[in-house]
Nanobody
Framework: QVQLVESGGGLVQPGGSLRLSCAASGRIFSIETMDWYRQAPGNQRELVATITRLGSTNYADSVKGRFTISRDNAKNTVYLEMTSLKPEDTAVYYC???????????WGQGTQVTVSS
C-alpha cells in the first residue's frame, strides 16, 4: 500500500499564493506520474497539473502561467506552487500518483483551498 499525505491548503485572498505538498510513503516502486486534481462543490474532479518521472509537465488551460508543479523523486514528493489565485480556484485539491509496476494508482485525502476576500 501507498499513503499520500497532502499539506499546504488554506484560506488566501485573491491574488495571493499557496504551496501544496504531497508526500508518498509505503510500498513505492518508481512513481511514473504525479498529478494534482481539484474538485469544487457541484463540479466534477478535474486535472490541474501533471509531472512525469523525468520532469515533463502539463497544465490545465485555466492555471497555465499561474501554477507550477514540481517533484522531488528522492523524497517521493510533489508540489504545486499556486500564484495569482482567483476565487474560481477554490476547491479541494487531491494528489494522485501512478506507478507503472503493477499499474497501480493512489489518491490523497484532499486539502481545501479557499480563495476569498
Amino acid at each position: 500500500q501507498v499513503q499520500l499525505v497532502e499539506s499546504g491548503g488554506g484560506l488566501v485572498q485573491p491574488g495571493g499564493s499557496l504551496r501544496l505538498s504531497c508526500a508518498a510513503s509505503g510500498r513505492i516502486f518508481s512513481i511514473e506520474t504525479m498529478d494534482w486534481y481539484r474538485q469544487a462543490p457541484g463540479n466534477q474532479r478535474e486535472l490541474v497539473a501533471t509531472i512525469t518521472r523525468l520532469g515533463s509537465t502539463n497544465y490545465a488551460d485555466s492555471v497555465k502561467g499561474r501554477f507550477t508543479i514540481s517533484r522531488d523523486n528522492a523524497k517521493n514528493t510533489v508540489y504545486l506552487e499556486m500564484t495569482s489565485l482567483k476565487p474560481e480556484d477554490t476547491a479541494v485539491y487531491y494528489c494522485h500518483v501512478f506507478m507503472r509496476v503493477g499499474a497501480l494508482d493512489y489518491w490523497g485525502q484532499g486539502t481545501q483551498v479557499t480563495v476569498s476576500s
